[in-house]
């Protein structure tokens, strides 16, 4: 009989095998003729022009740290809101300036144009 | 629940004043921000004098998690006096720079992470308090964000910082694994109990993550060049303020909580010391830049700081906490000079320094008078800071004792040859540097206070020794 | 039915593992952006050590799920910052490259 880790060892080994057993199935058997177009990073696409690593517009990484601010911000309301009854109204006012700080936050991020798309 | 919040005052008065200057930098125009710079000033004067005003308000806060005693007031003191001379001192640094709201509410926010810091009572807290000042920090360090050298060092601080914050908190994680605790006095108790090996890996990892804050010596080759490519006041501040933070807090946890532990560890302290003098201390010799040479300098600062811990009793705290505090006035005088000449000839170069006896005598004198109180020469500040440091450890570690004096001579070399520059090299460019009032009263303040604790350092020790009596209350 | 029993000690060993490749990882890479990925793999070993000491040693307080946290809020900060001085250095040097990064000599 198995113990129970052994199902977590099979598990694991199938999961290398299906893995590894793909890369190597392709590399048996692949055809092996060079020519220039097989270099490019596209093999049917364009040919690329200058370097690879683009300017990407910043405003997708503003959005995302304010998004982060936010969504890290909801760790603290839901525990204080599923206790919310026991905590009573020093708990209450607590949480008011905690938001207010990151009211102050948002506001800074807005009038700096941070939520503007340039 | 009773929550007694006037011990608060300090970190709720500071929290209101850095969100105040954040904002008044949105709704005021342009032209009038340089008043931020009084505003800040002069709110941080209104805090250390609402810290001193509570010199006999003791006692703990949420089941132990924020200690309030007369040793992290000490502390408070000190870096709120650190920040005050920095924003006087730069304020024209800052106005050139620009974004001035944005600069001192990150000064604000770095002093309000350190403050939390000194009154940490629990992991939590400490953790907390240590990132707000880092992050506070690694913003500033990279606040000329079109200056490439900044920006590196920006880069670097984070990065390293981030990676030293990793190592410090497994290592917290251990002890609170093995201790089932994260309150310090609690840690402390069940220690005692039951030392396990795991619980000494935490212990390892908590001071690599504290050495690398006060830039002890295996972990100290971040500093001089975050400290060379920083903008000028947040390289004095950093010097100052996370240092002495993380000596704070090194204190508390050690010396307060982990007194057998740290019996057995003594010689590994005593060397680590002795190490970090002398690399400080040498290989400041062959720099050209001043802020370089400053950074190594502070590193062998550290180190004799560190002289105070290896006794860890009431005099070697003592130690540390007056030295912390002398320490604070020569790095932001010599600091202060320095923005003060790069805002006047865009250089840190030592040999630039030619003759500055003649066009200022003023910043002359004070960075004289503040790297001779670093080399510990009578009877300035620094000689009886270091009176006090290696006082506790002649009786054990005569060996230290001998390092650090003879250290302390080779520093006196290149401090020297600095000296030489300013007095004795005709200056290329003639023309006078004016100073300004707030860069004067700055310059003037480290001066006297550097003289006058070294020439009468009775009131200010007797001071310290309530403080330091207090720490062991608990 | 499969039953594991998961200890204490699966947990920390897989802690450790994280934090043995984070920490690699972190001295070994030279892109800016692998590294603070590598820190963040530190900081998740940090917290798995957390909840589970807190499971097995302290199962009635709930200090090592506060403490984990904590220690979400700061790390999602100093990423936020370090992406920011990534982007800013990017804008002066067109790399992430650490090596590439010598105004300042380590």
Redesign the interface.
């Known amino acids: 009989m198995l113990s129970p880790w052994g199902a977590v060892f099979i598990f694991l080994a199938v999961g290398i095998v299906f893995g590894a057993g793909g890369i190597a199935t392709s590399f048996l058997v692949h055809p092996r003729r060079q020519y220039a177009s097989k270099y490019e990073p596209y093999e049917c696409g364009m040919e690329t022009i200058g370097p690879t690593w683009v300017q990407f517009k910043t405003s997708y990484f503003l959005y995302a740290l304010l998004f982060v601010i936010f969504d890290v911000e909801t760790i603290y309301l839901y525990p204080w809101a599923v206790k919310f009854q026991s905590l009573g109204l020093f708990a209450f006012i607590e949480m008011l300036v905690f938001i207010f700080i990151l009211v102050v936050g948002l506001w800074y991020a807005w009038k700096e144009g941070a939520l503007e798309w340039m | ?1 009773n929550v007694d919040l006037s011990l608060l005052n300090p970190e709720i008065a500071i ?1 209101i004043l850095g ?1 105040a200057v ?2 008044l930098g ?1 709704i005021i125009p342009k032209e009038s921000r340089h008043g931020l710079g009084w505003l800040t000033a002069l709110g941080l004067l209104g805090v250390l004098g609402l810290t001193i005003s509570g010199w006999n308000n003791q006692g703990t806060l949420y089941h132990g998690m924020f200690i309030v005693d007369q040793y992290a007031i000490f502390f408070k003191i000190t870096f709120l006096t650190a920040a005050f001379l920095v924003t006087l001192g730069s304020m024209r640094f800052v106005d050139d720079m620009g974004d001035q709201s944005e600069y001192y509410s990150m000064m604000l926010f770095a002093t309000l992470g350190m403050m939390v810091l000194a009154s940490a009572g629990d ?2 807290t400490l ?2 308090g240590l ?1 707000l000042m880092t ?1 506070a920090f ?2 500033l360090v ?1 606040f000329k ?2 200056d ?2 900044s ?6 601080y ?2 390293l910082a ?2 030293s ?3 410090l ?2 290592g ?3 002890i ?2 093995v201790t ?3 309150t310090i006095s609690e840690v402390g108790r069940a220690v005692a109990v039951t030392p396990v090996p795991a619980l000494i890996l935490g212990l390892v990892m908590l001071v690599a993550g504290l050495g690398f804050k006060i830039s002890a010596v295996p972990f100290h ?1 971040w500093a001089p ?1 975050i400290y ?2 920083a903008p000028t006041p947040v390289t004095s501040y950093l010097a100052v303020g996370s240092k002495a933070a993380s000596f704070a807090i090194l204190l508390r946890v050690f010396v307060a909580a982990l007194p057998g532990i740290w019996a057995n560890w003594t010689m590994l302290v005593a060397v680590l010391s002795a190490i970090t003098i002398i690399v400080g201390n040498l290989v400041a010799i062959p720099q050209t830049n001043i802020k370089r040479l400053l950074a190594y300098s502070s590193i062998a600062q550290a180190g004799y700081i560190l002289v105070g811990l290896v006794t860890a009793s009431e005099q070697g705290i003592k130690g540390v906490m007056f030295y912390a505090f002398l320490y604070v006035f020569a790095t932001i005088g010599a600091f202060t000079v320095a923005t003060y000449f790069y805002n006047v000839t865009g250089s840190d170069e030592i040999k630039d320094y030619a003759g500055l006896s003649q066009r200022s005598p003023l910043m002359a004198v004070v960075m004289l008078i503040c790297m001779l109180s670093m080399a510990g020469i009578p009877p300035l500040a620094g000689f009886v800071g270091k009176f006090y440091l290696f006082k506790t450890i002649v009786d054990n570690y005569l060996w230290l004792a001998f390092i650090g004096l003879i250290m302390s001579m080779v520093s006196v070399y290149y401090y020297l040859r600095v000296a030489l520059v300013m007095y004795r090299d005709e200056p290329l460019d003639n023309s006078p540097i004016n100073l300004s009032t707030p860069v004067a009263v700055t310059l003037i303040i480290a001066m006297v206070a550097t003289l006058f604790i070294g020439i009468y350092p009775g009131p200010l020790s007797q001071v310290i020794n309530m403080a330091a009596h207090s720490f062991f209350m608990h | 039915m499969l039953t594991l029993s998961v200890g204490l000690t699966q947990y920390m060993v897989l802690s450790a593992i994280l934090f043995g490749i984070g920490l690699f990882g972190v001295l070994s890479k030279k892109n800016a952006i692998a590294v603070l990925i590598c820190i963040e793999l530190m900081l998740n070993a940090v917290n798995i050590n957390l909840l589970a000491f807190n499971k097995f040693v302290t199962p009635t307080q709930f200090i090592g799920q506060i403490f984990a946290i904590f220690v979400i809020t700061v790390a999602a900060a100093e990423v936020g910052v370090g992406l920011a001085i990534i982007i800013a250095i990017y804008r002066n040097k067109l790399s992430v490259n650490l090596d590439e990064f010598d105004w300042l000599k380590w």
Do not use: N, P, T, W
Not at chain 2, 151 to 156: L, N
């Open positions: 629940m929290s969100l954040l904002v949105l992991f939590i953790y907390l990132e992050i690694i913003v990279c964000r079109l490439g050298k920006v590196e060092a920006g880069m670097k984070v990065l981030g990676m914050s990793a190592v908190l497994y917290l994680s251990l609170y694994g089932g605790s994260v080759m060049d060379e490519g």
